[in-house]
């Protein structure tokens, strides 16, 4: 049975995490851009029309809302989750959606970092399983070797305990 934490009985959580800060670099660049720009329109022309710098005003939150507070939310209600039987990831802002992958079921975990990633600390997982989702691609992981080397071991020791736990044909 799940508690509350919607982990099964012998289920314990090993590492949660969030995509890398860098996700979050791209919207506040563009928080920055949209203030300078309504501070650039309302300080150069200061005799607009209060009607016209309040349209300016209803703008910018506007643009700020769709491609800062949204990615934003995004970001922070997306969560992955490594436990001792799966990994389970989450998402969503006004709808969440769930999936789960048994650690039994996956073949091979690798990872692979470019050169800003090494520099910041993060990567892409990719987490291989038979079936027909076959590969599952984590972007902007931090951490993304340990996560990998976590993964990987948590992946053989369930192998090891499901072994141990099937019985033997007659």
């Known amino acids: 049975m799940a508690g509350e934490s919607g982990l099964s009985e012998g289920e314990r959580s090993v ?3 969030h995509q890398h800060w860098k ?4 919207p506040v660049l563009v928080l920055a851009l949209i203030i300078a720009a309504t501070l650039a329109v309302l300080l150069l022309v200061p005799h607009l029309v209060a009607a016209v710098r ?3 005003g209803a703008v ?3 643009l700020a809302l769709v491609f800062v507070a949204g990615p934003l939310l995004r970001w922070w209600t997306t969560s992955y989750e490594l436990t001792n039987r799966r990994l389970r990831l989450r998402a969503g802002v006004l709808t969440r959606r769930g999936r789960d992958f048994p650690l039994s ?3 091979d975990v690798s990872f692979a970092q470019g050169l800003l990633d090494r520099m910041l ?3 892409r997982l990719v987490v291989e399983s038979p079936g027909e989702h076959g590969q599952l691609v984590l972007t902007e992981i931090p951490g993304v070797q340990r996560v990998q080397a976590t993964l990987f071991q948590l992946v053989e020791d369930e192998q090891a305990r499901l072994a141990r736990e099937t019985p033997e044909p007659y």
């Open 15 to 17: 590492l949660k995490l």
């Open 23 to 26: 996700t979050v670099l791209r």
């Open 54 to 56: 309040l349209g300016v």
């Open 60 to 62: 910018a939150l506007v």
């Open 105 to 107: 079921r996956i073949s």
């Open 121 to 123: 600390g993060c990567g």
